[in-house]
C-alpha cells in the first residue's frame, strides 16, 4: 500500500510514478486537481468519471480516472470495516486478468478517509483506445445501417457477444450488473468484435457458477436487450451460448422458456421501480402544485408548466386551438409549448365528469387522468413505443375532482386505418401487386407481434382498433425489418394485469377482427386469418388451437358487431 496526500493506494507494480507525479489534493470545487480538466464521460450522483493523460516512461498515457462519491444516508452505510470500493475494483480487475477475461488494465486503486470513515473512493485504469459501449453503438450506429449490412452485423454481433458471455462464466465470473453500458468493444479492420466487461465493481468472482445463477445472468442481459432484439435473436443468441454445454443443449428449448421467464420478471420489476418515481419527486420527476392544481412533470419539461398551472382551460378554447375530439367523455386539443427556448407541439386531454356519481367515487380513488399517466409510464419504460407522456395535473376543489388533465408530445404519424386505405385499397380495387400484398402482409404480422407482446406483459385493452394505434413510414423498424414503426395511443383503456387470460386475449383480437373487416376492400378475411396466426405463433400452435381461436373471435366480433 501507498499512501500520498492522504490517499491509501494499491498500486500495479512498475506504475507507482503515476501516483507519485500527481497531487490528489482536493481544489475548491471538491475534485481531484489535476482531472478537473479532464473530460468527463459521466458524472452522476454515484460516481465521476473521467478521461486524462498522466505522463509515464518518457510518453503520455491515456488512462481513465473514477471517483465514487460516498453519502452517509443510513447505518449501513459506515462500510468502513469493508474494502473500499476503488480498492476492491482494482483487486477485481487483477483476479479477472488471472482468469483469462477481457477487462480494464487497472493501474491504482485508492480510498480516502476521516476518522476510519471513507470519504473519497478511486479508480485508475488504462484507456481502452477506440473503444465504445454497446449500448452507444445499439442506440446511434445500428438503426442507421442498411437492411443488409444490418443483418450481417447483427449476427457477427450476436456470436461475438454470445462467445464472450460464456467465456466469463465457465471462468467463474459473475457480473451482477450486467447490460449494455458495462460492456465495452473494438471493432478490427475486418469487423470483428472483442469485448470488455468494465464497471467490475459489482462483480462476484467464484469457482463455479451454478446453471441457475449463469440463466438469471443471461435474462438480465437480455432485458437490456428487449426492445431492441427479437425472440429469434434471443434465441439464437442462447442457442451459440449452449454449443458444448450437454445439460444446456439436451433441453434447450427449456432452458430458453426458463430465461425467457426471467426476463418478464426482471421488466416487471424495473416497470414498478419507475412507476414509483413517476408519482414522486426526484432527478426524473418534479411535483407541481399552484392553487387547487397538482400534477407531476417529467423534468425536462418542468419549465414549460406554468400555462397549465394557470389557465388550463385556454388549451380547449375553440378559437384558438385545433380540438381533435370533443366528447362527453373527454376533450382532446392540440398545443404548443416552450421548452428551454424551443417551441414543441404537444397533444393535451382532458378528462370530462360523465355520471352525477362520478365526482363522489373521484373523493377515493385517482382521477382519470392520473390513472393513464400510470399505464404510459409503465408502457414507456417496457420499451413500447408510445407518445412520451409529459405531464399529468387535476383541479380539485375540497377534494372533489373538476377536470383532470394529460399532457403528451404529439407524434407525426396518422391512425393505422387511414394508413392502411391510403396505401393499400386503390391498389386491393384495382387488382394487388405482388410487393403491395406482401408489404401489407408484412406491416399486419408486426402489429400481431405488438399486440402479443403487449399481452404477454400484462397489458389489455377494452377498446383495441385500427383507430388507436398510429403508424409512419418515415422511421422504419429496423430490429423487425418492418417497413413501418407503431405507436400506442388512448391509455386511459389500457389495464395493467399480472397475467392476460385467454377471455382478455379473445376480447380484444375480436375487436381487432372487427375493426378490420369494416376496412372493406383493404384487409381480406385471409389475410385476417394469417394475422391470427402470427398472434398465436409464439403462444400454442397447433390446427387446433387455430380453428377454435379462430371460431370465437369470429362469433364474438359477429355479435358485437350486430
Given at each position: 500500500?501507498l ?5 491509501k ?13 500527481v ?8 475534485k481531484?486537481?489535476?482531472f478537473a480538466?479532464?473530460d468527463i464521460i459521466?458524472?452522476?450522483s ?10 509515464y ?6 488512462v ?8 452517509i ?12 470500493k476503488?480498492?476492491a475494483?482494482?483487486?477485481?480487475a487483477?483476479e479477472?486478468e488471472?482468469?483469462g477475461?477481457?477487462?480494464?488494465f487497472?493501474?491504482a486503486g485508492?480510498a480516502?478517509r ?10 485508475i485504469s ?9 449500448r452507444e453503438?445499439v442506440?446511434?450506429?445500428?438503426p442507421?445501417?442498411?437492411?443488409e449490412?444490418?443483418?450481417v ?13 460464456k467465456g466469463f ?11 449494455l ?6 471493432r478490427?479492420?475486418e469487423?470483428?468484435f472483442r469485448?470488455?466487461?468494465v ?12 446453471l ?15 426492445g ?11 442457442k451459440i451460448?449452449?454449443q ?6 439436451s ?6 422458456r426458463?430465461?425467457e ?17 413517476a408519482?414522486?419527486?426526484n ?5 407541481v ?7 407531476f412533470f417529467?423534468?425536462?419539461?418542468k ?5 397549465f ?6 388549451f380547449?378554447?375553440?378559437d ?9 367523455r373527454?376533450?382532446?386539443?392540440e398545443?404548443?409549448?416552450?421548452v ?14 360523465k355520471?352525477?356519481?362520478d ?8 382521477s ?8 404510459a409510464?409503465?408502457l ?8 412520451l407522456?409529459?405531464?399529468?395535473f387535476?383541479?380539485?376543489r ?12 404529439k407524434?407525426?404519424?396518422m391512425k ?24 401489407k402482409?408484412?406491416?399486419?404480422s408486426?402489429?400481431?407481434r405488438l ?8 397489458f389489455?385493452h ?6 388507436n394505434i ?7 423498424n429496423?430490429?423487425s425489418n ?10 386511459d ?9 385467454k ?11 372487427l ?12 389475410e385476417?386469418m394469417?394475422?391470427l396466426?402470427?398472434?398465436?405463433a409464439?403462444i400454442?400452435p397447433?390446427k ?15 355479435k358485437?358487431?350486430?
Amino acid at each position: 500500500m501507498l499512501k500520498v496526500a492522504g490517499i491509501k493506494w494499491a498500486v500495479r507494480k512498475g506504475y507507482e510514478p503515476i501516483i507519485l507525479k500527481v497531487s490528489f489534493a482536493e481544489n475548491t470545487e471538491g475534485k481531484l486537481a489535476p482531472f478537473a480538466r479532464g473530460d468527463i464521460i459521466k458524472d452522476s450522483s454515484i460516481r465521476k468519471v473521467y478521461r486524462a493523460s498522466v505522463p509515464y516512461a518518457q510518453e503520455t498515457l491515456p488512462v481513465v480516472v473514477k471517483i465514487y462519491k460516498h453519502k452517509i444516508k443510513k447505518l449501513h452505510d459506515l462500510k468502513y470495516l469493508r474494502v473500499p470500493k476503488g480498492i476492491a475494483e482494482y483487486l477485481k480487475a487483477r483476479e479477472l486478468e488471472k482468469r483469462g477475461v477481457p477487462t480494464l488494465f487497472a493501474l491504482a486503486g485508492g480510498a480516502r478517509r476521516r476518522y476510519l470513515i471513507p470519504i473519497e473512493h478511486f479508480f485508475i485504469s488504462r484507456e481502452i483506445v477506440g473503444g465504445r459501449t454497446l449500448r452507444e453503438f445499439v442506440n446511434e450506429d445500428f438503426p442507421s445501417l442498411g437492411a443488409e449490412e444490418r443483418f450481417v452485423i447483427k449476427r457477427k454481433l450476436i456470436r461475438a457477444l454470445a462467445s464472450f458471455v460464456k467465456g466469463f462464466h465457465e471462468r467463474g465470473v459473475l457480473q451482477k450488473d450486467l447490460h449494455l453500458s458495462n460492456i465495452v468493444f473494438t471493432r478490427s479492420s475486418e469487423g470483428d468484435f472483442r469485448f470488455f466487461l468494465v464497471d467490475i465493481v459489482s462483480v462476484k468472482v467464484k469457482r463455479r457458477l451454478r446453471l441457475s445463477q449463469r440463466l438469471k445472468n443471461l435474462a438480465k442481459l437480455s432485458t437490456r436487450f428487449k426492445g431492441v432484439s427479437s425472440g429469434a435473436d434471443r434465441f439464437r443468441f442462447f442457442k451459440i451460448y449452449a454449443q458444448g454445454d450437454e445439460k444446456i443443449e439436451s433441453h434447450l428449448k427449456k432452458y430458453a422458456r426458463i430465461v425467457e421467464k426471467q426476463i418478464w420478471r426482471y421488466q416487471s420489476h424495473k416497470r414498478r421501480k419507475y412507476l414509483r418515481r413517476a408519482f414522486s419527486t426526484n432527478r426524473f420527476f418534479a411535483k407541481v402544485q399552484k392553487g387547487r392544481i397538482k400534477g407531476f412533470f417529467r423534468r425536462e419539461f418542468k419549465t414549460a408548466h406554468s400555462p397549465f398551472m394557470q389557465n388550463p382551460a385556454a388549451f380547449f378554447d375553440p378559437d384558438k386551438v385545433k380540438l381533435l375530439k370533443a366528447g362527453r367523455r373527454t376533450t382532446v386539443a392540440e398545443g404548443k409549448i416552450t421548452v428551454d427556448g424551443e417551441v414543441k407541439d404537444i397533444v393535451i386531454k382532458r378528462y370530462n365528469q360523465k355520471k352525477w356519481i362520478d365526482p363522489f367515487k373521484d373523493l377515493f380513488r385517482h382521477s382519470r387522468a392520473f390513472k393513464a399517466w400510470k399505464i404510459a409510464n409503465a408502457l414507456f419504460y417496457s420499451d413500447f413505443p408510445v407518445a412520451l407522456p409529459m405531464g399529468v395535473f387535476e383541479e380539485r376543489r375540497l377534494r372533489w375532482l373538476r377536470h383532470s388533465y394529460l399532457v403528451m408530445e404529439k407524434l407525426k404519424a396518422m391512425k393505422l386505418s387511414e394508413f392502411l386505405q391510403e396505401e393499400f385499397g386503390p391498389v386491393q380495387a384495382s387488382g394487388a401487386k405482388p410487393d403491395e400484398v406482401k408489404k401489407k402482409r408484412i406491416i399486419l404480422s408486426a402489429l400481431a407481434r405488438l399486440i402479443r407482446h403487449l399481452h404477454n406483459q400484462g397489458f389489455a385493452h377494452r377498446d383495441l382498433k385500427f383507430t388507436n394505434i398510429f403508424v409512419t413510414s418515415d422511421s422504419p423498424n429496423p430490429i423487425s425489418n418492418t417497413p413501418v414503426s407503431f405507436y400506442i395511443i388512448d391509455y386511459d383503456a389500457y389495464s395493467l394485469n399480472r397475467r392476460v387470460s385467454k377471455r382478455l386475449r379473445k376480447r380484444d383480437l375480436s375487436r381487432m377482427e372487427l375493426a378490420a373487416s369494416k376496412l372493406e376492400g383493404v384487409v381480406s378475411r385471409t389475410e385476417r386469418m394469417r394475422f391470427l396466426k402470427s398472434y398465436l405463433a409464439d403462444i400454442k400452435p397447433g390446427k387446433s388451437t387455430f380453428k377454435t381461436w379462430g371460431q370465437d373471435i369470429l362469433r364474438r366480433a359477429e355479435k358485437k358487431g350486430r
